[in-house]
């Protein structure tokens, strides 16, 4: 599991967005992620990237 906090302004981020902020630190995460937004109308959005 990884945990990931946005500030007040990213909150509008949606699934895949939040993915692509945390691949910009975490280079070397690929395969498939089940993201919740805790702040958001509860929901699980499965994102899957590809291995580069």
């Known amino acids: ?3 990931f ?3 007040p302004d990213q909150q509008n981020f949606g699934s ?3 993915l ?3 691949l910009l630190t ?3 995460l ?3 992620f ?3 937004r805790h702040w958001a109308t509860p929901e699980i959005v499965t994102v899957k ?3 580069q």
Do not use: N, S
């Open 1 to 3: 599991m990884i945990y």
């Open 30 to 32: 690929c395969g498939q």
């Open 26 to 28: 975490h280079k070397e």
């Open 16 to 18: 895949t967005a939040i």
């Open 20 to 22: 692509d902020t945390l």
């Open 34 to 36: 089940d993201v919740i």
């Open 5 to 7: 906090t946005v500030d």
């Open 49 to 51: 990237y590809k291995e």
